[in-house]
């Protein structure tokens, strides 16, 4: 049960697009189709953003999108917005187990 | 309106029990539901899950053996027992329902394990 691999911190200008990277292994990411995307504002709980790799929520922009590849799944937010600066985290089902990445804090410059 | 609620937190000695409520209302809680943890400043910690009937239960590594996920359908209602627990369990403790991703969750409730 190891945490996701995700980047500290990524940035972008305002309407542009900016990727997030999570990357885990066959055991999670790489295994299953279970990964989920939630950004969370300071001092809020979590929202879900995308889920099973690339569904959106009812009510969430479609501005976001994940997609995977291998063992690495990838959020992008495109057209960003002010509101879109937060903290985003990564998820995954591990085969009886769920896992987490450390977090992305993505700045709108 | 949909809504989970957590309640049961507190302060508590190293060694010491908590056990932690959510509350669904407005939502249908035919549904798997979770226990998810974060540490003050720290990342997101899949804790605990329940499926929707009760009879089969998931638990992290970090606290398997010493908590205890169950639920009652009856009055919509997610426990989490937590025993023996250690400063590293300091965190809000977010309940949260299953479907898809983890797609409702309740505002948290702060658990602190200190002396």
């Known amino acids: 049960q190891s945490a996701l691999t995700q980047p500290p911190s990524a940035s972008g200008s305002p309407g542009q697009s900016v990727i997030i990277s999570c990357t885990g292994t066959?055991?999670?990411?790489?295994?299953?189709?279970?990964v989920s995307w939630y950004q969370q504002h300071p001092g809020k709980a979590p929202k879900l953003m995308i889920y099973e790799v690339t569904k959106r929520p009812s009510g969430v922009s479609d501005r976001f999108s994940g997609s995977k590849s291998g063992n690495t799944a990838s959020l992008t937010v495109s057209g960003l917005q002010a509101e879109d600066e937060a903290d985003y985290y990564c998820s995954s089902y591990a085969g009886r187990s769920w896992v987490f990445g450390g977090g992305t804090k993505l700045t709108v410059l | 309106e949909v809504q989970l609620l957590e309640s049961g937190g507190g302060l508590v000695q190293p060694g010491g029990s908590l056990r932690l409520s959510c509350v669904a209302s407005g939502l249908t809680f035919k549904s798997a539901m979770s226990w998810v943890r974060q540490a003050p400043g720290k990342g997101l910690e899949w804790v605990s899950l329940i499926n929707p009937s009760g009879d089969s239960t998931y638990y992290a590594d970090s606290v398997k053996g010493r908590f205890t996920i169950s639920r009652d359908n009856s009055k919509n209602t997610v426990y989490l027992l937590m025993n023996s627990l250690r400063a590293e369990d300091t965190a809000l403790y977010y309940c949260?329902?299953?479907?898809?991703?983890?797609?409702?969750w309740g505002q948290g409730t702060m658990v602190t394990v200190s002396s």
């Open positions: 949260a329902r299953l479907q898809g991703g983890f797609d409702i």
């Open positions: 066959s055991n999670d990411v790489g295994g299953y189709n279970y």
